[in-house]
C-alpha cells in the first residue's frame, strides 16, 4: 500500500489519539454510563466561553496559513479542548469515499455517484456503502463524515446532481437514510446536507429559491425528514442559497421551526463552507461555523465572544449549540476511544464498490437482445469516452481519486481554480478484453471518421459517451462536442452499436434511436469498468432503474437553463461578488416525473425505468389494509434467467390534488418463473397535502387510484383505495 507523506502525518495523528484516549479516563470528556444528553451538559459546566467558542467555529484546512503537522488538507478541523479531553474534530468529504479534498491521491475506495446509488433502489447497499467509506474515514483519523447530501433533482443541469439521489423524495430520503445509518455504525458522525434547495450551483451562493410551504414540505423537505428518520445524522449542513428570502443558515423558519420544533430534531446544524454572513446567524438556529477561511469574518469566533459578554446572543444560546454538537458526538461514539481497525484494506473493501457499481447500472435500451453479449460476440470496436484510462468520476469536494487515477485538464471555459476531470482506474477496455473472445479494438473516439472505420470492421461496436460534471458550475444536459455525431455516424456503420453513458444525470438522448444498446452507468466509481463490463457480458444480470427521467426535451422541462447563469456566466472568485437573483420553483412539490405526468409530458425514459436480460409480470395488486395503507402484489420471473425485479407503486389520483407519488417499492430476486407475492406498506405523509394553516398533514377522504408496475409509466395494474379523513402532526 502506499502511504503519502501526508497519510504518515494522520496515522500519527490516530496513534497519538489512542494515547490520548486512555489518557482520557481521568478527564471531563471521558465515557460514562450516562446518557449523551446528561454528558454533554456535565462537560459543558466545566467548559470557560473560550473553550465553547473554540468548538462552534472551524477551519478548512486547505486554506489555513499554517497547516498544523497532524491535519490533512482536508475538510474542516477543529482543535478540542485538550484540558478536557475533547479531541480535534477532524471532517473529511464525503458519501462516495474519503475525499481528501487538496490531496493528488489516497487508497480510498471510490463507491459509484449518489445517482447511481439511488438507481439501484437499494437500502441495503447505501448501508454497505456508508459502513465502508466510515470504516475508511476512521481509518485516516477523522471523526466527522461530511456526507449525506440529498437535495433532490429539480433541474437537469445541476452541477451536483451526480452527488445526489435522484428526483423523489422517498427514494433519495430511504437511500440517504440507510446511508447515514451505515456511516454512523462505525462511530463516524454524519451530516445531512445541504438544507435546503440547493438545486442548481450558479450563483449558488446567492440565489434565492422561491417556493411555497406546503410544495417544500411535500418535496424536499421530505426527502431530509425521511433520511433524519432512517439515519439521525448527527449534524444538519446548512445551505449557501438563501430560502424565500432568507439565507437558509440564517433561517429561523427552517432551523428553528421546521427542524426542531416539527422534527425534534436533536443534532447540530453546521454551516456549509462559506454560508456564514452574520453573527447574528446564532440566533437563528445554526449552531457552528464551517470553514471559517471562506466566510468574510470569523463570525462565530471574536464576534460571537463580544456577542455573548453584550447580551446579545444569550450564553444559555451558546450552551445550547455546544450541547447539541457534544451530544450528538457523544450518542455516535465520535469522539470516544474505540477499537483499532487498523489499516485501510482497499482489496478488501472494492467488493462493496463493485457490487453498489453493477447494481446502479440501468439499461435502457436492448433491441434484439444485442445484450449481453455472449460468447459470439465476435470482433468488439470500443470506441470514446476515455474507455482506455479508466471511467469518470465527478468533481469537487467529494471528489475520490484512488491510486492510479489519471486526471485530465479541464475543457475550456471552466474557472481557472476547476481542476479537471478524474477518471478512476477500472479502464472498460481491459476489462471487455478480459472477456470478449474475438479481437478487441480502440478508437478514442475523437476523429469520427476513424472511429468508423474500426465500427465498419467490427460485429459489435460500443461507443463510450460521456458528461462531466463538478461543484460549482452546472452542465449542459447536451453530450459535449461531438460526441453526438460520433453515435450517429458509428451507428450508421454499425447497425449493432451500443452506447454506454458515463454521467451526472440524465441527458438528452436524441441519437437514441439510432442505436440498438442503451446503457446508463452514471459515475461508476473505483470498479467502474469491471461492473460495467459485467453487466455488457452478462456475469451480472441487470437491475438498476432510473431515480430521475429522461425527458424527450428541453421543453417538457420547468426550466431549460439555469436561472441566473446570464448574470453569473461563471463563478466568481469570491462568491460574495456574485449578482443576486431568484429562482421561482414554480412547479412546487411536481419535482421530475410528478411535473411530466401533471403536463402529460412522454419522457424518453421514465423514472423507475430499467430492463433486466429476464422479463417480470405483475398480479393481483390488493390492499391489505387502509389504515396505515399496505398493499400486496404478485411479482413472476416470467422469462429465462434469475433476475431482480423492482416492482413500483405509484399513487394516480386523489379525492384532492394531488401529484403523481411514489408510494413504495419492493425489489424480489427471482429464478426463473418463480413467483413472490410482496407487501408494501406505505407512508401516510405521501398520501396527504401539507395544509398551511393548520400547520399538519391532511389526508382527505374518499378513493385513492394507485397503480403497480415497472416504472411511473407502467399503469398496466390498479386497485382503488379507500382511505378516511385523518390528520397527520409533523
Ligand atoms: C460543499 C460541501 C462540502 C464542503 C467541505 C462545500 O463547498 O458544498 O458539500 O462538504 O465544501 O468540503
Redesign the pocket.
Known amino acids: 500500500m502506499k502511504s503519502s507523506p501526508r497519510h504518515v502525518g494522520l496515522a500519527l495523528a490516530i496513534a497519538t489519539a489512542s494515547v490520548h484516549a486512555s489518557a482520557q479516563q481521568a478527564t471531563p470528556a471521558a465515557s460514562t454510563n450516562e446518557s449523551p444528553d446528561a454528558r454533554a451538559t456535565r462537560l459543558i459546566a466545566a467548559m470557560t466561553l473560550d473553550e465553547k467558542i473554540s468548538l462552534l467555529h472551524g477551519h478548512f484546512p486547505r486554506m489555513m496559513r499554517v497547516l498544523p503537522a497532524d491535519v490533512a488538507p482536508s475538510?474542516g478541523y477543529f482543535p478540542g479542548v485538550p484540558r478536557l479531553g475533547i479531541p480535534a474534530l477532524r471532517e473529511t468529504?464525503?458519501s462516495l469515499g474519503v475525499a481528501e479534498?487538496g490531496a493528488s491521491g489516497n487508497d480510498a475506495t471510490a463507491l459509484p455517484s449518489g445517482m447511481s446509488l439511488a438507481a439501484t433502489w437499494n437500502p441495503d447497499i447505501a448501508r454497505r456503502g456508508g459502513t465502508m467509506v466510515a470504516k475508511q474515514t476512521r481509518q485516516r483519523g477523522y471523526n466527522i463524515l461530511?456526507a449525506g447530501g440529498v437535495n433532490l433533482t429539480r433541474d437537469i443541469y445541476n452541477g451536483r446532481n451526480f452527488e445526489y439521489l435522484g428526483e423523489d423524495p422517498l427514494l433519495a430520503g430511504r437511500i440517504a437514510g440507510a446511508s447515514i445509518a451505515g456511516i454512523q455504525s462505525q462511530h463516524i458522525a454524519s451530516t445531512v446536507?445541504?438544507f435546503i434547495l440547493n438545486a442548481q450551483e450558479t450563483g449558488r451562493h446567492v440565489v434565492d429559491a422561491q417556493i411555497g410551504e406546503a410544495a417544500l414540505r411535500e418535496s424536499d423537505l421530505l426527502a431530509f425528514e425521511f433520511a433524519i428518520e432512517d439515519g439521525s445524522p448527527a449534524s444538519v449542513m446548512c445551505a449557501y442559497n438563501k430560502v424565500n428570502g432568507r439565507y437558509a443558515c440564517e433561517n429561523p423558519d427552517l432551523l428553528s421551526g421546521i427542524l426542531r420544533k416539527d422534527w425534534g430534531y436533536k443534532g447540530w446544524v453546521m454551516s456549509?463552507?462559506g454560508a456564514v454572513h452574520s453573527v447574528a446567524a446564532a440566533n437563528m438556529g445554526l449552531d457552528q461555523e464551517s470553514?471559517q477561511e471562506l466566510d468574510k469574518d470569523v463570525y462565530f469566533g471574536a464576534p460571537l465572544k463580544a456577542a455573548v459578554l453584550s447580551g446579545m446572543v444569550p450564553q444559555a444560546r451558546v450552551d445550547e449549540m455546544v450541547h447539541r454538537l457534544l451530544r450528538s458526538l457523544f450518542a455516535v461514539g465520535a469522539i470516544d476511544p474505540q477499537a483499532s481497525l487498523g489499516a485501510v484494506d482497499v482489496d478488501g473493501d472494492n467488493p462493496v464498490a463493485l457490487a453498489a457499481s453493477e447494481a446502479g447500472i440501468v439499461v435502457l435500451k436492448n433491441d434484439a437482445n444485442i445484450l449481453p453479449l455472449g460468447a459470439n460476440a465476435g470482433r468488439v470496436a470500443v470506441i470514446g469516452g476515455h474507455a482506455d484510462i479508466g471511467v469518470l468520476s465527478g468533481g469537487g469536494?467529494s471528489q475520490v481519486i484512488p491510486y492510479g487515477s489519471v486526471r485530465l485538464t479541464a475543457p475550456s471555459g471552466y474557472p481557472e481554480s476547476v481542476k479537471g476531470p478524474v477518471y478512476h482506474p477500472s479502464a472498460p477496455l481491459g476489462a471487455i478484453k478480459r472477456r470478449a473472445k474475438g479481437e478487441v479494438r480502440f478508437d478514442a473516439g475523437t476523429d469520427i471518421a476513424s472511429a468508423v472505420a474500426i465500427a465498419k470492421q467490427a460485429d459489435v461496436a460500443i461507443v463510450f459517451v460521456e458528461q462531466w460534471a463538478v461543484?460549482g458550475v452546472d452542465v449542459s444536459p447536451r453530450l459535449s462536442g461531438k460526441q453526438e455525431a460520433l453515435i450517429s455516424a458509428v451507428a450508421a456503420a454499425n447497425r449493432k452499436t451500443i452506447v454506454v453513458m458515463e454521467t451526472g444525470g440524465a441527458v438528452l438522448t436524441p441519437w437514441r434511436n439510432k442505436v440498438s444498446g442503451l446503457v446508463a452507468a452514471w459515475y461508476p466509481g473505483g470498479q467502474g469498468g469491471e461492473a460495467i463490463a459485467r453487466i455488457l457480458f452478462g456475469e451480472v444480470n441487470p437491475s438498476g432503474r432510473l431515480p430521475v427521467t429522461f425527458p424527450d426535451s428541453l421543453d417538457q422541462l420547468p426550466r431549460t437553463s439555469p436561472a441566473g447563469l446570464d448574470l453569473n456566466p461563471v463563478q466568481p472568485r469570491r462568491f460574495w461578488e456574485s449578482k443576486s437573483f431568484s429562482v421561482d420553483y414554480k412547479e412546487g412539490a411536481s419535482v421530475g416525473y410528478r411535473w411530466f405526468a401533471e403536463n402529460n409530458y412522454k419522457p424518453a425514459y421514465p423514472f423507475g425505468f430499467g430492463l433486466s436480460y429476464t422479463t417480470f409480470s405483475y398480479s393481483d395488486l390488493a390492499v391489505v389494509s387502509s389504515r396505515p395503507l399496505k398493499l400486496a402484489l404478485t411479482i413472476k420471473n416470467s422469462g429465462s434467467r434469475t433476475g431482480e425485479a423492482t416492482a413500483q407503486l405509484y399513487l394516480q389520483r386523489a379525492p384532492q390534488r394531488i401529484q403523481q407519488r411514489l408510494l413504495g417499492w419492493a425489489k424480489a430476486s427471482l429464478q426463473p418463473g418463480e413467483a413472490r407475492r410482496v407487501e408494501i406498506s406505505v407512508d401516510s405523509r405521501l398520501l396527504a397535502n401539507w395544509d398551511v394553516r393548520r400547520h399538519r398533514w391532511r389526508i382527505a377522504s374518499g378513493a385513492y387510484l394507485i397503480n403497480a408496475g415497472d416504472d411511473a409509466n407502467d399503469k398496466s395494474l390498479t386497485v382503488r383505495a379507500m382511505l378516511a379523513s385523518t390528520t397527520i402532526r409533523p
Open positions: 475538510g468529504d464525503a479534498n461530511l446536507k445541504h456549509d463552507w470553514g469536494s461543484e
